[in-house]
């Protein structure tokens, strides 16, 4: 499943985003400031300028800063973020507690 966010950005306000590869931000109003850095560190740094209408896709697994062109009085987007991987899931699931016991498990236990 595929989560959506919509974010308005007023005055100098600059998100950091953690995001997946394949997170999608769509630009619905005013000018985005892009700034992607890439979870690797051997891989550059990339800037970009969104307009209204305008769609930018990650390649990779990182952190985006967020913030509304100088002109703009404020910028909206969507932020899609790409779903989890299955072991991700599954991970946080056990560690809750709320996984269910895998039968290996079951006939080992007392």
Do not use: K
């Not at 769509?26 to 979870?39: I, Q």
């Not at 990650?58 to 913030?67: D, I, K, N, Y």
């Amino acid at each position: 499943m595929v989560s959506m966010e919509t974010h308005v950005l007023t005055g100098n306000l600059c998100l950091e985003l953690r995001l997946r590869r394949g997170a999608t931000v769509h630009c619905t109003e005013g000018v985005l400031w892009l700034t992607f850095e890439p979870a690797r560190h051997d891989e550059p740094s990339a800037d970009w300028m969104l307009v209204r209408g305008q769609v930018r896709t990650l390649a990779g697994h990182g952190r985006l800063f967020v913030s509304r062109g100088v002109m703009t009085p404020r910028a909206i987007f969507e932020l899609e973020q790409a779903p989890a991987p299955d072991w991700l899931s599954r991970l946080r699931a056990w560690w809750s507690g709320d996984a269910p016991v895998a039968p290996q498990a079951a006939a080992r236990a007392p």
